[in-house]
């Protein structure tokens, strides 16, 4: 009976076996695979960015760092006592070290300093005997050559966050410490710079310990992105910027719109958004009146002032509300309805035509003409010169900022338009604003007489023919005679290229902040009496050569104070150094 | 179940024959000593595929350790069965002592759960001697008993006595497995000797009554090992691991197997213990279904040597001694394998010759060596009391 009861038993074993082994076969097999093979994903290297003669402006520098494998160590604390030595490491790295090793299994190696110096690297290399477990590894960290001077228009990387992974299902993107784009051209580009993820399909432990590999991919690298800057200009801008306070420069090609500087001083470290910021200094970034975390060429909306009065003077001659030889007697001020509009000039600047009126920013000529062609006119001009609308710049943002019409009065306030609001936009005040970029937009655009769109990354379109603009070439060489004589005799005539030949042509433009009120007209108050930031912004746009436009150029500096002894010499400056290096003469 | 009883009143004392030595070893068994090299070689091959078709860190100690243990196989076989019986007694207390031993040692050491006696040269684990030790001893006790002896529920106090002080004792240390292995055994060797059937229900339900007493003073790990034992799919990465990837890689197997050393889940360690308790699952990852069919066929074929060297003892004994060491290689065989297929829960009990585990490989010699004493002096007689 026990006999029997055993062979039962036995039975009962043969049976679960087959049952296993024989009918449950490929399920396990299955699973079993599932159990061994582990895909594991390689980081693609981020594509470099360079300017438009190859010289770095976002690169991947090796970065050595000290890492610990727990396992290969007898006494961590003894290790790390002994890496003290060479690299300190302060109490709260120990603690996230120690975190570390106790959190994650021995063979993960748990990072113990990033970017080792030379020194220390051949220090560890030589004491390895004494520091078991720990290693040395190679890793790539995001560097930009430029610095500050190039921080918003590049942007940044920065590791993977939870909402990005949202809308993008790219499996790379769920590497450890994987990054990614978040601003500039950096986020812009991202999917030409990011690369693909490789994908090796290891045998691992139960551990989850790599075995060996089975097959392997490599990662796509990311491509090289060509940007039409020049890098030289870049510096030289921020360089400019930086003797201000604060303000903005953009250097385009009249031609093809290529952009060749695009600086916001003050900018920030290219690596404040690589590791966690304290709260403090977010806190003084974010409340600096210079705002540096904003770049102020695309993101920062002024009244254009004077500069403005560009748009106006096309308005009104495409609308043929005047003609080229229309001239007003300026007595220093108008009186519309029950307000009254003043000119820069307190005696009046006599009769004067177009050419007068841009030289010397007459007010009442241009609050004569804008009356005359209107608002609407005015808008319309505008826009077909790139204000008021997003320039479709290659940037993830940019502000549209605004001319008023009649329509837009009507939606945005519910009000009509008073005739008398045409006269402050006429001389680009009141409710309009453009940036810095839309500003340079505009001046070459009515240099090249074309409809060109800036960009920033240097591509072959380059060449493609641009739609012209809706003026006559007469009526643009009207504004064009104003802006040499603003350069030969008028306000920037201190500013102006000396180098026969690469003389420029532009407009002057002081933008109010403040309101300047009766009182202070009496008192005989100047803006550059005021506090900084009740200071006037101090504008330029221009272009170069006089005889052939090539380059256009817009400055803003930031209570600047007056665009013609503040703006305009940095203009100057970035215009003869565009035309000496002629990056466009490449194109 | 009375046929042990009934035979043993008919034996008589007609003096036994001695035998030389030389006569002794020729009555050795040779097909039984080929099964038990067989068992210790597909024990070595284990072991060699659990390092990675190395000789370190086990194979060798495992191939050294079957030497030793078959040298003394051999010598124990040709000790005199009355000699045996005599010492049966004296063995089975000295193992109860090195038990309480481990007991008493680990308590004051401040060790928690203690297995092991460092005797310098060799780490004795008594629990798993006791499985020999104690069929000797309820041998010893059985072979003066007559069927109205074991009629008498009096008469059965001690030898249950002699099974329950260990039990307690191994399930203290704690170890289920062998505690339950004990107490199967020794039921076994009840039923052998004609305890009748009902006593056993009145036993089983006192021991059923008592689970919720012994549930109170479990530890914490035995009661997940029986809780993920019916349920293992609720924990796969906890307790339940241990169940769930051995059926994976065993299933995995097939029909014929992976082949010999390329059992990818027992070489990536996912398979845990794999040259101790899950030996069977490398085994059968490797060789399929033929191949752990042929392996338990192996053991079947020694546990029913086993039988059939019981069945021709003369004495009394003998036959307890065979048959209990039988059944005791068979519940080995049978725990483990059932466990390691997730048929019962996961106990530490060792495959024999097989697991990585000295003590555990010479408690299994030494149950060879008795069961080819008994066969070498089967013809011995011993009256019954009469030693």
């Not at chain 1, 077909?384 to 900022?401: K, M, N, Y």
């Not at chain 2, 030595?21 to 024990?43: E, P, T």
Request: charged share 20%; glycine share 10%.
């Amino acid at each position: 009976m026990l006999g029997g009861l055993q062979v039962g038993m036995l039975g009962l074993l043969g049976a679960r076996m087959y049952g296993l082994q024989v009918l449950d076969g490929d399920r396990y097999q299955m699973l079993a695979d599932e159990n061994r093979i582990a895909l594991r994903l390689l980081a693609p290297s981020r594509g470099t960015i360079v300017d438009r003669d190859g010289i770095a402006l976002a690169r991947n520098e090796r970065n050595f760092r000290a890492v610990l494998v727990a396992e290969r160590t007898q006494s961590v604390e003894a290790t790390l006592d002994a890496v003290q030595a060479i690299v300190p490491l302060a109490e709260a790295e120990m603690q996230r070290v120690l975190r570390d090793v106790a959190r994650k299994r021995g063979f993960v190696p748990v990072l113990l300093r990033e970017n080792l110096s030379w020194a220390q690297v051949a220090a560890i290399e030589v004491h390895a005997p004494d520091l078991p477990g720990v290693a040395i590894e190679i890793g790539d960290v995001r560097t930009y050559p430029l610095g500050e001077a190039a921080s918003h228009l590049l942007g940044y990387v920065r590791a993977v966050s939870e909402p990005d992974l949202k809308d993008d299902r790219d499996p790379v993107l769920s590497l450890p410490g994987f990054k990614i784009g978040k601003d500039g051209i950096e986020r812009q580009h991202d999917g030409v710079l990011r690369g693909g993820a490789g994908l090796s399909e290891v045998e691992v432990n139960a551990t989850g310990r790599s075995i060996r590999e089975l097959s392997r991919q490599d990662p796509k690298d990311g491509a090289k992105l060509t940007l039409a800057l020049d890098a030289e200009l870049q510096k030289l801008a921020y360089a400019r910027l930086a003797a201000e306070k604060s303000g903005a420069a953009v250097v385009l090609d009249v031609r093809t719109g290529a952009i060749y500087a695009l600086a916001s001083f003050p900018g920030v470290a290219p690596d404040l958004f690589a590791h966690t910021i304290s709260s403090t200094m977010w806190d003084e970034l974010m409340q600096s009146a210079t705002t540096p975390l904003v770049n102020k060429a695309a993101d920062g909306v002024y009244a254009p002032g004077s500069t403005f009065k560009i748009a106006t003077a096309l308005a009104a001659l495409q609308t043929r509300a005047v003609e080229p030889d229309h001239t007003v007697v300026c007595t220093g001020s108008v009186t519309f309805g029950n307000r009254t509009f003043h000119c820069l000039s307190k005696h009046g600047h006599g009769r004067v035509g177009f050419t007068q009126a841009f030289a010397h920013s007459c007010n009442v000529f241009f609050y004569d003409v804008a009356s005359r062609a209107g608002i609407d006119a005015i808008h319309t001009a505008s826009l077909a010169l790139g204000l008021g609308q997003r320039t479709g710049i290659d940037l993830p943002h940019e502000r549209a900022g605004l001319v008023p019409s009649q329509a837009w009065k009507k939606k945005a306030t519910g009000d009509v338009w008073h005739a008398g609001e045409t006269l402050s936009v006429g001389i680009g005040q009141g409710d309009v604003r453009a940036s810095p970029l839309q500003l340079a937009l505009m001046i070459a655009r009515v240099a090249g007489g074309e409809a060109i769109v800036p960009h920033l990354v240097k591509d072959s379109a380059e060449q493609k023919a641009w739609p012209r603009l809706p003026f006559l070439p007469r009526h643009l060489d009207v504004v064009k005679a104003g802006l040499e004589a603003v350069c030969s005799s008028g306000t920037a005539m201190r500013a102006q290229i000396r180098e026969p030949g690469l003389q420029m042509a532009g407009k002057t433009g002081t933008a109010q902040v403040r309101a300047i009120s009766q009182e202070d007209r009496d008192e005989g108050v100047r803006s550059d009496d005021m506090d900084w930031e009740d200071r006037d912004h101090a504008l330029f746009v221009g272009y170069a050569p006089v005889a052939s436009p090539r380059y256009a150029c817009a400055v803003v500096v930031e209570h600047g104070g007056h665009g013609n002894t503040v703006a305009a010499p940095i203009a100057r400056d970035l215009l003869l150094e565009v035309q000496k290096r002629d990056p466009g003469a490449m194109a | 179940m009375s046929w042990i009883s009934a035979s043993s009143r008919t034996s008589h004392a007609f003096g036994t024959p001695e035998l030389s030595l030389s006569a002794k070893v020729w009555q050795i068994s040779r097909l039984f000593v080929m099964l038990v090299v067989a068992l210790g070689a597909v024990g070595v091959l284990g072991q060699y595929s659990a390092a990675n078709g190395h000789m370190e860190p086990w194979a060798s100690r495992h191939a050294l350790r079957f030497g030793i243990c078959f040298v003394a196989m051999i010598g124990i076989a040709l000790i005199d069965v009355r000699f045996l019986a005599r010492m049966a007694y004296p063995v089975y207390f000295a193992n109860l002592l090195l038990l309480a031993g481990v007991e008493a040692y680990g308590k004051i050491g401040g060790l928690g759960a203690q297995r092991w006696i460092n005797l310098g040269f060799v780490q004795l684990q008594p629990s798993e001697l006791m499985k020999i030790a104690l069929v000797l001893g309820l041998a010893r006790w059985f072979h003066d008993a007559t069927l109205e002896d074991v009629r008498r529920p009096t008469y059965l106090l001690a030898p249950l006595a002699m099974i329950l002080l260990p039990v307690g004792l191994v399930l203290a240390q704690p170890n289920l497995g062998t505690g339950l292995m004990l107490l199967m055994v020794g039921g076994a060797i009840f039923f052998l000797v004609g305890v009748r059937l009902w006593k056993f229900a009145t036993l089983i339900l006192l021991g059923v009554g008592a689970v919720p007493l012994v549930w109170r003073f479990m530890k914490d790990y035995q009661k997940r090992r029986v809780t993920t034992f019916l349920d293992p799919s609720t924990d796969p990465l906890g307790a339940g691991y241990h169940i769930t990837q051995s059926k994976i890689a065993l299933g995995s197997g097939g029909l014929w197997g992976k082949g010999y050393l390329l059992g990818s889940q027992s070489h990536l360690n996912f398979l845990p213990e794999k040259q101790t308790d899950f030996i069977f699952t490398l085994l059968c990852e490797e060789w399929g279904f033929w191949g752990g069919t042929a392996l338990l066929t192996l053991f079947a074929m020694v546990v029913a040597y086993g039988i059939f060297v019981g069945l021709r003892s003369r004495n009394q004994f003998g036959r307890i001694l065979a048959l209990g060491l039988s059944v005791n290689l068979f519940l080995y065989v049978f725990i483990n394998t059932a466990m390691v297929m997730g048929l019962i829960p996961v106990v530490g009990v060792p495959l024999p010759l097989i697991s990585f585990g000295g003590t555990s490989m010479m408690a299994v010699m030494m149950g060879f060596g008795l069961i080819l004493s008994v066969l070498v002096h089967r013809d011995s007689r011993m009256r019954n009391g009469e030693i």
